[in-house]
C-alpha cells in the first residue's frame, strides 16, 4: 500500500500546491483522525456598555433576551458563553489601556519603557508569550498538529506604528507580533508571491496543472474540495484586482499618518479579512489566529453608524451623556454584527475531513482591554464565547467575582490539552483553571 508521502511524490506535483492537500480526507494526513481544534480571539477596544452588554444573570441562555450589544448573537445562544467577573488584576508600569492592551493575552505585566500613556509611568512591551502564541508552540510541536503558518494576525485599521497599544500577541517577552491588517497583503502571504495590490495577477497560474493532475487522481470529495478551493481563490483574486476603494487617501483623524485602509472603508476591509480567515481554516494553513480591530484606544469613526466622534472619544463620555451610551451600544453591536457573521460563515462551512461544521471545532473568544471606557476599569473585561471547539459548556451566562483573567488562558491552554499549571504571573493562578467551564 503506497503511503501518503509516495501518492504525492508519485503526482510529480510541486511545493506551490502542498498547502491545498492539507484537508484531502483520501490522503489521510496523520492529523485526519483526530478532531481538530481552533482558537480565534477577537478583539475590539475601549470597554463596553455594561447595562447594554451583559445578561442580568447567570444561568441557561435558552429563554433570555440578549441585551442591545449582544442581540446579534442570538442565532448562537445554544454556542454562547458569557464570562462576567474575569477582571485583569495584573497592575505595574503603564496606564490602563496599556496594560490593559499588553496584558491581555499574556497576563504578565509590562517592562518599563519609555512610551507614556496619560499621567500613569511609562512602560514598555510586555514581560511574556501571549496564549495564543503559547498555544500556537504547543501544536507545532506535534506532527499530528502542526500547520502551515501555525498561526495567523489578522487585522483592521491597526495603525502603522509600534507600541504597546497596538499590539496584544507576543512570541516571548519584548516580542510583541505584527497583525497584518490590509487584505492584499494577507492574501499575498496566504496565496502569492506580490505584496503589491496593483500586481496582483493569477496565482491560481502556477496551480492549475498541479490541481488539475491532482484533481483526477483522488475521488470526488476531494475534487469537490479542491474545487471549492480553487474557486474561492479565483473569487478573492478578482476581487482584490478590481476593487480599487480600500487604496488610503489619507489619514484617520488622530491616528499615525499612512494608515493601511481608510476610516470608511473598515466594513469591506472586515468582510475580506473575515473570508480569508474562514478560508485559513477550511484549508488548515493554521490552528489559532487573532482578529485585531483598531487597537487599545482606538479612534475609529463609524459613519456607517451614523457615529462621527472618536470611538475613544466617546468612551470617555459620562454614564448620563444618553446619546453617547446610544452610540457606543451601536458600536459594540455592530462588533457583535461582525463576530455573527465570522460564527455564520464558520457555521456554514462544513469540518473538511470530519464531522460538523468549522463552528463545531473553533472557540472564538471576544474580548476588549477595558470593562468600561469612562471608569478605564480592567475589571469585568469583556469575554464572550462563540463556538465548539473546547468542549465548553455553551449556551450559559457566567458569574464570576472578580476572577484573574489569567485563569481564563489557563482554561484556554487546558483546552487544547496543554496542562501548564500557570501562565503569566503564577501569582494569579493559583486556584488552577476557571471553574464550571466543561
Not at 37 to 53: E, I, S
Request: charged share 25%; hydrophobic share 35%; proline share 5%.
Amino acid at each position: 500500500m503506497r503511503t501518503r508521502r509516495q501518492f504525492i511524490r508519485d503526482l510529480g506535483v510541486s511545493a506551490a500546491v502542498l498547502p491545498f492537500l492539507g484537508n484531502l480526507p483520501s490522503l489521510a494526513f496523520a492529523n485526519g483522525q483526530r478532531r481538530k481544534q481552533r482558537l480565534v480571539v477577537m478583539f475590539t477596544p475601549n470597554g463596553v456598555v455594561p447595562g447594554a452588554f451583559w445578561p442580568e444573570a447567570a444561568g441557561d441562555l435558552k429563554d433570555v433576551t440578549l441585551k442591545a450589544s449582544l442581540e446579534p448573537l442570538t442565532p448562537f445562544k445554544d454556542k454562547l458563553l458569557t464570562l462576567h467577573g474575569v477582571c485583569d488584576r495584573v497592575r505595574g508600569d503603564g496606564d490602563a489601556h496599556m496594560r490593559g492592551m499588553g496584558c491581555l493575552l499574556t497576563g504578565i505585566e509590562l517592562f518599563p519603557g519609555n512610551v507614556q500613556g496619560g499621567s500613569d509611568t511609562p512602560a514598555g512591551w510586555a514581560r511574556g508569550i501571549s496564549i495564543d502564541q503559547e498555544i500556537k508552540a504547543f501544536l507545532q510541536s506535534n506532527a499530528e498538529t502542526r500547520t502551515r503558518f501555525g498561526s495567523l494576525e489578522f487585522g483592521v485599521m491597526v495603525p502603522n506604528r509600534a507600541d504597546t497599544w497596538t499590539r496584544m500577541s507576543y512570541a516571548g517577552a519584548n516580542r510583541p507580533i505584527s497583525p497584518i491588517d490590509d487584505p492584499y497583503q494577507m492574501f499575498a502571504k496566504l496565496y502569492g508571491r506580490s505584496r503589491d495590490r496593483e500586481a496582483v495577477q493569477s496565482v491560481l497560474d502556477d496551480l492549475q496543472g498541479d490541481l488539475r493532475r491532482l484533481s483526477s487522481a483522488v475521488g470526488t470529495e476531494d475534487r469537490r474540495l479542491i474545487d471549492e478551493h480553487a474557486t474561492f481563490v479565483r473569487e478573492m483574486e478578482r476581487e482584490l484586482r478590481n476593487d480599487r476603494s480600500t487604496a488610503p487617501t489619507h489619514a484617520m483623524p488622530a491616528l499615525e499618518p499612512n494608515i493601511r485602509n481608510e476610516n470608511d472603508n473598515m466594513p469591506r476591509t472586515t468582510r475580506m479579512q473575515m473570508e480569508l480567515l474562514v478560508n485559513s481554516l477550511a484549508n488548515d494553513f493554521c490552528r489559532v489566529a487573532t482578529f485585531q480591530f483598531t487597537n487599545s484606544v482606538g479612534m475609529a469613526r463609524m459613519r456607517w453608524l451614523n457615529v462621527t466622534e472618536g470611538h475613544h472619544e466617546l468612551s470617555h463620555k459620562p454614564d448620563n451623556d444618553a446619546p453617547a451610551q446610544d452610540q457606543l451600544t451601536r458600536i459594540n453591536k455592530w462588533f457583535a454584527e461582525q463576530l455573527a457573521f465570522l460564527a455564520k460563515r464558520l457555521a456554514e462551512t462544513p469540518e473538511p475531513g470530519g464531522q460538523g461544521s468549522l463552528l463545531d471545532n473553533t472557540q472564538i473568544l471576544w474580548t476588549n482591554e477595558l470593562g468600561k471606557g469612562n471608569s478605564h476599569t480592567l475589571d469585568n473585561i469583556p469575554f464572550v464565547m462563540v463556538g465548539g471547539g473546547l468542549n465548553l459548556k455553551m449556551g450559559r451566562s457566567m458569574r464570576y467575582s472578580r476572577v484573574p483573567h489569567n485563569r481564563l488562558l489557563l482554561s484556554l491552554a487546558h483546552g487544547f490539552g496543554h496542562r501548564i499549571r500557570a501562565f503569566g504571573n503564577s501569582n494569579f493562578c493559583g486556584d488552577g483553571p476557571l471553574s464550571d467551564l466543561t
